[in-house]
């Protein structure tokens, strides 16, 4: 479940709105343990992803750093490599 939270600091172009919710919506769901709520849950569910998502942009908001931002695509590229050699089959 956790595999699509990626690292969204210090890219070019930043991180979107979109990108950090996708990020909180998988975080509520690792740890509620739900991939989707039942109606009873719902609305705390939904009000959770909210919370994470504020919080996480927060943090994007605030943090600094000297390194040059990170390419996407090269970024991209090294994942599927990554994936290529740990799930290869023999």
Known sequence: MCRNIHTLFN???????????????????????????????????????DDVAAASRRLLDGLVTTAAPKDREIEAQRRRERAAKRFATV
Request: hydrophobic letters at 40%.
């Open 11 to 49: 890219f070019d172009p930043a991180a979107t709105d979109e990108e950090v919710r996708d990020a909180s919506l998988q975080y509520v769901r690792k740890i509620s343990g739900f991939t989707k709520p039942s109606q009873a849950n719902e609305q705390a569910f939904a009000r959770a992803v």
